[in-house]
Nanobody, 120 residues
Framework: QLQASGGGLVQPGGSLRLSCAAS????????IGWFRRAPGKEREWVSC????????YYADSVRGRFTISRDNAKNTVYLQMNSLKPEDTAVYYC???????????????WGQGTLVTVSS
């Protein structure tokens, strides 16, 4: 199972760090992706960290503002979100797959989601 946490209310320009903790399996053997779903919109791929070489990938909308990292010893992946904008408001989900995909249906495990609200 995956457990996403760290969401909350933040002002525009602020920062949050999301965590994705695994139980029952080792995250180190999986690529971990972050997705988000904004109100009334389709699910959107945000970022992914590969397991094999640690490569990271970002959607254009978050590149330069978000950073994905993993701590295999803690069985946790993080998404550091800086310079947050109102359009980043969404429920954020983490997911695990054997490789990085931008398509959510390729991921095997999903967390329950954590709400991020960016508003003044």
């Amino acid at each position: 199972q995956l457990q996403a946490s760290g969401g909350g209310l933040v002002q525009p320009g602020g920062s949050l760090r999301l965590s994705c903790a695994a139980s029952g399996f080792a995250l180190g053997g999986y690529a971990i992706g972050w997705f988000r779903r904004a109100p009334g919109k389709e699910r959107e791929w945000v970022s992914c960290a590969r397991s094999s070489d640690g490569s990271t990938y970002y959607a254009d909308s978050v590149r330069g503002r978000f950073t994905i990292s993993r701590d295999n010893a803690k069985n946790t992946v993080y998404l550091q979100m800086n310079s947050l904008k109102p359009e980043d408001t969404a429920v954020y989900y983490c997911a695990a797959a054997l490789k990085c995909w931008v398509v959510g249906t390729e991921y095997e495990y999903w967390g329950q989601g954590t709400l991020v609200t960016v508003s003044s």
